[in-house]
């Protein structure tokens, strides 16, 4: 998933996007701590990157600036 692709998407299914990584998120953590070995730092990391750049869109789209 890009910034690009994101950018295409309305506000509904931004927040169902970053809805879907949280729980992914919430399962790599959960499967981390019954079984270390059985999850890759590299899939949570890529979640939370995704989970940035949708947030990001989403500040984007409402013309909010970070501060």
């Not at 890009?2 to 509904?12: P, Y």
């Amino acid at each position: 998933m890009n910034a690009a692709e994101l950018r295409q998407k309305s506000e509904q299914e931004l927040r169902d996007e970053l809805l879907a990584l949280r729980r992914e998120q919430f399962n790599l953590r959960m499967q981390r701590g019954v079984n270390p070995d059985a999850v890759r730092n590299d899939q949570i990391t890529r979640v939370r990157k995704n989970i940035a750049r949708v947030k990001t869109v989403m500040n984007e789209n409402r013309g909010g600036t970070a501060s």
